[in-house]
């Protein structure tokens, strides 16, 4: 079988979805409101502009588009100080045994995130070199749920959508996923992520002979 690989940053591989949350609850409280962890499920896999506009909108507060692009850009800073400090040891667990799995077996693998940050974050963590292409905020136009993302990552492996499988933490991902007609790893829980061709806790509950098993039963 033909495999490649797609995978979401941020819940995924490693644990950011808390310092995004940190960052974005510091400016919500700065502008006098909070919002809850349910809320803060529906920005995982939004982007930032996006999730702002989302958030503005919970607290009930109108912002021109200067003063949302100064608020982002507050976040983002508040993000990266977080970020900086990260090492290999927020690696989510199973990333590294299945990564170094693909690798030998040399199944390509591409990340498709919605951050701008994503190469900080590679970095810091240590994971840069797994990767045969990138697709993240800065690379593509429309965010998930859209599919374009995904179908970057696949063109830049030189495959068709059909011979990829997605992993994904966010809603908006899945759907981006299934929008691009692949085969979608849910991590994270059912209720959450629905259209997941199946859904698991964490990577190291999956390897390539799962993977291989899940494309065929699609096909
Ligand atoms: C990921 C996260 C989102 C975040 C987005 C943009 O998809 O799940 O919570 O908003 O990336 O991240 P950035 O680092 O560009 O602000
Ligand atoms: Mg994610």
């Known amino acids: ?89 927020e690696v989510l667990p199973g990333s590294l045994k299945l990564l170094t799995e693909l690798q030998a077996a040399g199944v390509p693998v591409a990340l498709g995130s919605a951050s701008k940050n994503s190469g900080l974050i590679l970095e810091r963590t240590g994971l840069s070199h797994f990767f045969n292409a990138i697709v993240d905020g800065n690379s593509v136009t429309s965010s998930k749920p859209d599919p374009e993302v995904f179908l970057k990552g696949a063109e830049l492996l030189r495959t068709e959508p059909s011979n990829c499988v997605v992993f994904e933490d966010a809603a908006a991902g899945v759907e981006a996923a299934l929008a691009a007609k692949m085969a979608v790893v849910g991590i994270g829980t059912a209720e959450n992520l629905p259209g997941a061709d199946v859904v698991i806790e964490d990577l190291s509950k999956i390897n390539l002979e799962k993977l291989k098993a899940l494309l065929q039963h699609k096909s």
């Open 1 to 89: 079988t033909q495999i490649a690989c797609i995978f979401d940053l941020d819940g995924v591989l490693v644990d950011t979805a808390v310092y995004h949350y940190q960052a974005w609850k510091k400016l919500a409280n700065s502008l006098g409101f909070d919002f809850s962890h349910a809320q803060n499920e529906q920005l995982k896999g939004v982007n930032r502009q996006r999730s702002l506009e989302k958030i503005l909108n919970w607290g009930g507060i109108t912002k021109t588009a200067a003063e949302q692009e100064e608020l982002a850009a507050l976040k983002n800073s508040w993000y990266v100080e977080m970020i900086s400090k990260m090492s290999d040891t």
